[in-house]
């Protein structure tokens, strides 16, 4: 029996993705982790295509996200390629620092105590 080599089609390259890097995904994860245990949020998704990478935050599973954390690197040199959106497509804060990006959320974790 013998084993070659596969063949790559021709022309055809390995698509590139954009992906979240470990430190940005610990801050995501850390943010959602309290939302979480404030009894907020109950799931997520991340989705890595070839423009952008998204973190999806969900209330409940079935539903539509109720915020999408997005890293767009091509906005890097205009807006920032950070960007937290809302259920209805607002851009809530958009910068070029993720952790002052998800300030927005934080915010909404903060509640008077009764």
Do not use: C
């Not at 992906?19 to 997520?44: C, H, K, M, N, T």
């Not at 937290?84 to 809530?92: A, M, N, P, T």
Request: glycine content about 8%; cysteine-free.
């Amino acid at each position: 029996m013998n084993m070659q080599t596969p063949t790559p089609f021709p022309g055809r390259r390995a698509e590139e993705q954009v992906a979240f890097q470990r430190p940005e995904l610990s801050l995501i994860l850390g943010l959602y982790g309290r939302f979480v245990a404030a009894g907020e949020w109950r799931d997520y998704g991340i989705s890595h295509l070839r423009d952008v990478a998204i973190f999806s935050i969900f209330r409940r599973t079935a539903e539509q996200p109720i915020y999408r954390v997005e890293k767009r690197p091509k906005l890097r040199a205009k807006q920032g390629m950070y960007a937290v959106i809302s259920i209805d497509g607002q851009v809530l804060k958009r910068g070029h620092d993720l952790r002052t990006v998800l300030r927005v959320l934080e915010r909404k974790l903060i509640r008077a105590v009764e």
